[in-house]
């Protein structure tokens, strides 16, 4: 079957990330529902960096992949947030500790962090994510999601990316990175804004 008859009958949606992770997560959360493409099928699409805000970051990759590729585009942006240090690294995740550090470095600078606070320092955590759905010419839904929890001592689990290993969701003894992707994919930050963009997603569904 070819690929575009796999997909006859569903509304395509550009998804706006660099992040194969991100990428495999929204296939999994929307991909039998939408004809989904990725940034590699748009060549020379360029996102604008990002800055100190959620919502902000989400909706300026959104409305860029939309006007540019003439396609409805779904972005978001999202971060890992402590208590004990005054909710950090936040929208700054990814780019917490600087450009040398991979997903693993990043994950062990904040486990010094934390540590560097105290013995008794809170553990309590909470990922958020605010996705944004444009469409060519301005139009723009955003929703936010979050999922609280606590930080490890340590990594644990092979699966996820980002902060996964270091982070185990409220009644769960496992970390993320330690859950099925099904597992994750029902309570995750990510999942609980797309479910709370919805009605939008729904309107995108029915234009095909």
Do not use: Q
Not at 26 to 43: K, V
Not at 52 to 60: K, L, P, Q, R
Not at 78 to 97: D, K, N, Q, T
């Amino acid at each position: 079957m070819t690929r575009a008859a796999r997909e006859a009958g569903r509304a395509r949606l550009l998804v706006a990330t660099g992040s194969p992770g991100k990428l495999a997560e929204f296939r999994a959360l929307l991909g039998a529902e939408f004809a989904l493409e990725a940034l590699a099928d748009h060549p020379g699409i360029a996102l604008p960096p990002e800055g100190d805000d959620y919502a902000a970051n989400a909706a300026a990759k959104a409305r860029a992949a939309a006007d540019a590729s003439g396609l409805p585009a779904l972005a978001d942006d999202s971060g890992i947030e402590v208590a004990a240090l005054g909710c950090a690294p936040g929208p700054r995740s990814a780019r917490y500790g600087g450009v040398g550090l991979d997903d693993p470095g990043r994950s062990a600078l904040l486990l010094r962090e934390l540590a560097s606070r105290g013995a008794d320092a809170p553990r309590a955590a909470r990922f958020v994510c605010v996705a944004a759905l444009a469409w060519p010419g301005g139009e723009l839904a955003t929703a936010r999601g979050e999922c609280a929890g606590r930080l490890l001592l340590a990594p644990r689990g092979e699966s996820g990316f980002g902060y996964d290993p270091v982070f185990a969701p409220e009644g769960e003894e496992r970390s993320f990175a330690e859950l099925a992707p099904r597992e994750k994919d029902r309570i995750s930050h990510r999942a609980r804004a797309l479910a709370a963009l919805r009605p939008a997603l729904a309107r995108l569904a029915r234009s095909a």
